[in-house]
């Protein structure tokens, strides 16, 4: 399936340690977003880009740092993160119309030791 | 009070029963509403976007009550393969997306 793409799908880093996420989108989408999924908690909106412009950020930390070169990939640039940080990051696309269906990447599965 | 809430579930029911979803949402200025399906350790998928008359795709509908703020999901003659988790999902923005997901049900379809 090529829809949605993410690398890595698992990534192990160290509290000090930098590391990117990156998403890539086939489908000519105009909006993409930046998920987290915690155990046994609801997914968790954390940015929104539409047209490569940043619209909504949900007050998340600033370790978490996203870049939007153009339409098709974003990415999620990560610094000093904290053990609660281990989670799913999913990513996903979709028209940009608030009633669209959003398509969502396989997600990369995060652990910080 | 959660933004988005669901039935906790999980739901365990015999193949070909008929299992009903509720989801309630707190921002009455919500605009769009859908229900996904999460398969254990894959990413969500859009099950149906959710309208004001209500709507039907097969064996699953949907209804919407602006007033109440509530939200269901209906699914007829469950198959085993309609196993999974249900996310309710509710777009809080006014303009563009700022997307709110329930915690999900999960429902097992048994033999």
């Known amino acids: 399936e090529t829809g949605v793409t993410q690398t890595p799908r698992h990534l192990v880093m160290g509290m000090t340690n930098k590391k990117s996420l990156k998403c890539e989108q086939h489908?000519?989408?105009?909006?993409m977003y930046w998920y987290k999924q915690s155990a046994k908690k609801p997914l968790e909106l954390m940015f929104v880009?539409?047209?490569?412009?940043?619209?909504e950020n949900n007050s998340v930390p600033s370790r978490f740092s996203p870049e939007c070169p153009n339409s098709s990939h974003l990415f999620l640039h990560l610094h000093t993160l904290q053990p609660e940080d281990s989670a799913l990051y999913l990513c996903a696309s979709s028209q940009g119309r608030r009633g669209d269906e959003q398509f969502f990447g396989p997600g990369t599965r995060l652990t910080v030791l | 009070r959660k933004e988005v809430e669901q039935d906790p579930g999980p739901f365990n029911v015999p193949e070909g029963a008929t299992v009903a979803f509720n989801c309630t949402y707190s921002?009455?200025?919500?605009?769009?509403f859908f229900w996904y399906r999460q398969d254990c350790r894959k990413e969500p998928k859009l099950l149906m976007s959710v309208y004001s008359s209500g709507n039907e795709d097969g064996r699953f509908t949907a209804q919407l009550n602006r007033a109440s703020q509530y939200i269901s999901l209906l699914i007829r003659d469950s198959k085993l393969s309609d196993s999974a988790t249900y996310l309710c999902v509710v777009n809080i923005a006014n303009y563009g997306q700022n997307f709110v997901f329930g915690p999900g049900t999960r429902l097992s379809v048994l033999p």
């Open positions: 880009y539409n047209f490569k412009e940043q619209t």
């Open positions: 489908l000519g989408h105009n909006a």
């Open positions: 921002n009455s200025a919500s605009q769009s």
